[in-house]
């Protein structure tokens, strides 16, 4: 813990990276608008066009915000300019004979239907919303205008304890796991450098096991972990975030996912000799962690295999895919720890998987390369082509003869 203590910086990132990424992401949603802009062509010839506009106009968000922005368009050229400018979402246009066959269907008289036209630009992501938002309030218009609402009526019904969310809120579970990732920079830096300043080849003298050294590298690390979930999560509180859920959990959850990152760091220091090593080549299993656990963006399932019934997926492989799942349920649903046992089940496995194949990656890439290479005037000829024998009593006291 000292010696993560003097390696202020990367620690300091550490800590700070995730509640960084949380005021960003506040301050970035904030400003992005979840309105969407609707320019609106009334060709309509009677009073119901003026009617669909203050209809399209007056729907609200959940959170009592604007969710259509309306502006109408004498000409379909000007509002056809605006949308490929993208200062418009969507366009719609209102035929003349709108008032006319709405008119005409209530008095239940056979007529050609309306055709209401609604224009966008298949390239904008923000198209498809606006459009379905669009023609819906346009499907209830006119089924409140001719007295025909149709044999069905359609509820929207949400699970758990939380009515709606912002995208801010909907993050936060991400940007808690991301809090937890950052331990792989810490963590694998205190096992790299050991190998980079020689300690390595003195603490296998001694009579520290590898279990030992890696416990005292973990305790370490689950220190720092929690300072940073405890970190991240204050500072989405202090811009107004609210969880539904339980803090033990949250805990736990956290806690389990700092062995798993721990895990994955041995491998990673496995594979780099210098700090320099870390934070460029361990920036990619950090980014794989970062955008393939599912937290920042959905992803498509790519099955693997079934258990059960069920298929593992490949981003499952993924113990920080299990950690979002879990702070999702317990953040937004209010899941206690009997919920979300399935997650901390597969983070635990992966735990284990991940700490014995990593540990015998680092095991066998020390001993055949880093303390031969480093010191092939007093290791004994047999390590080179024995690993085991490395860490055996007799390779200690034949080292320690030659250091002697």
Known sequence: MIENIRDWKILSLTLTFAPFFVALMYFYTAEATTTYRVIVVN???????????????????????????VREEEYMER?????????????????????????????????????????????????????????????????????NQGPLRLEAQTIGHVTSLNAFELYVPALLALSLMMLMFTAAASLIKEKDKGTLVRLRISNMTTFEWLSAVSASQLIIGLLALGLTFLTAVALGYRSSGSLLAVTVVGLLSC??????SVLVAAYTRTIFDLVTIGCFPFFILMFFSGGMFP????????????????????PTTHTITAFNKILHS????????????????????????????????????????HSTTYVPTRCRHNPTFCHSNSAKDDTNSRLR
């Open 334 to 373: 209010g899941s206690g720890l009997v919920e979300v046992a399935p997650e901390l089940g597969a983070i635990a496995a992966l735990t284990v998987v991940f700490f014995a194949v990593g540990t015998w990656v680092f095991t066998r890439h020390w001993c055949l390369r880093e303390l031969i290479r």
């Open 259 to 264: 062995m798993a990152i721990v895990a994955i």
């Open 299 to 318: 992803l498509p399932d790519v099955s693997l295999f079934a258990v059960g019934g069920r298929a593992v997926n490949l981003n499952e492989v993924l």
């Open 79 to 147: 509002a056809l300019e605006r949308l490929e400018d993208r200062r418009a979402d969507v366009v719609v246009e209102i035929p003349k004979r709108f008032s006319g066959v709405l008119r005409d269907y209530r008095q239940e008289s056979r007529t050609p239907p309306a055709v209401v036209n609604t224009y966008g630009d298949a390239t904008n992501v923000r198209y498809m919303m606006a459009a379905a938002y669009a023609d819906y309030l346009i499907y209830e218009f006119a089924a409140a205008m001719t007295g």
């Open 43 to 69: 060709h309509d010839e009677g009073e119901m066009g003026q009617g669909l506009i203050a209809a399209i106009t007056d729907i609200r968000s959940p959170d009592a915000g604007i969710l259509l922005e």
